[in-house]
T-cell receptor
């Protein structure tokens, strides 16, 4: 059973555009929702994270929107840059156990 | 702060051979994870340690996979015998706190190819 569902699988955005990646979860016990960025040949690195007591968190060009009632959360990358081209994973966690989505490969065209 | 160290970076073995991976977590991190990441998929948790005890190994194929965490610090993951479907990147991660969700820091992984 897949704990976290992520879409789209791949995404192509023009430089300066907005990239949006969506995730959904089932387990209401999850209480920590991080997004990880992974470049080829590297391990995932934390990008931004949110706890379910807030509906939005913004760090620079990256924003997480969280809808607790719908059990959905999304990552928005504003003013997308070619350097943002990477694979993005959403995750959900409870008691330090992380469940990852299947990943979104983002390609930002110059 | 030094990151999570893993070795080797790459390994190619024939099916039915054995292989071992090593992980040194960030100093002071109580929780250590081993994840399997098959190409095109998200990381899947194999085993989670809290200090030197196992918290969760429900998705570890115990007939061929084993893991230990020596003295609550370094960890090794072993596969014996390997199958073709074990080809994947094996990621080690660690986090600081035991009972509260905190950031998990990942190593660069070991890419295993079974031929």
């Amino acid at each position: 059973q897949q704990q976290v569902k992520q879409s789209p699988q791949s995404l192509i955005v023009q430089k300066g555009g907005i990239s949006i990646i969506n995730c959904a979860y089932e387990n209401t016990a999850f209480d920590y929702f991080p997004w990880y960025q992974q470049f080829p040949g590297k391990g995932p690195a934390l990008l931004i994270a949110i706890r379910p007591d807030v509906s939005e968190k913004k760090e620079g060009r990256f924003t997480i929107s969280f809808n607790k009632s719908a059990k959905q959360f999304s990552l928005h990358i504003m003013d997308s840059q070619p350097g943002d081209s990477a694979t993005y994973f959403c995750a959900a966690s409870n008691f330090n156990k992380f469940y990852f989505g299947s990943g979104t490969k983002l390609n930002v065209k110059p | 702060e030094a990151g999570v160290a893993q070795s080797p970076r790459y390994k190619i073995i024939e099916k039915r051979q054995s292989v071992a991976f090593w992980c040194n977590p960030i100093s002071g991190h109580a929780t250590l994870y081993w994840y399997q990441q098959i190409l095109g998929q998200g990381p899947k948790l194999l085993i989670q340690f809290q200090n030197n005890g196992v918290v969760d190994d429900s998705q570890l194929p115990k007939d061929r996979f084993s893991a230990e965490r020596l003295k609550g610090v370094d960890s090794t993951l072993k596969i014996q015998p390997a199958k073709l479907e074990d080809s994947a990147v094996y990621l080690c991660a660690s986090s600081f706190q035991a009972n509260k969700n905190t950031e998990a820091f990942f190593g660069q992984g070991t890419r295993l190819t079974v031929v």
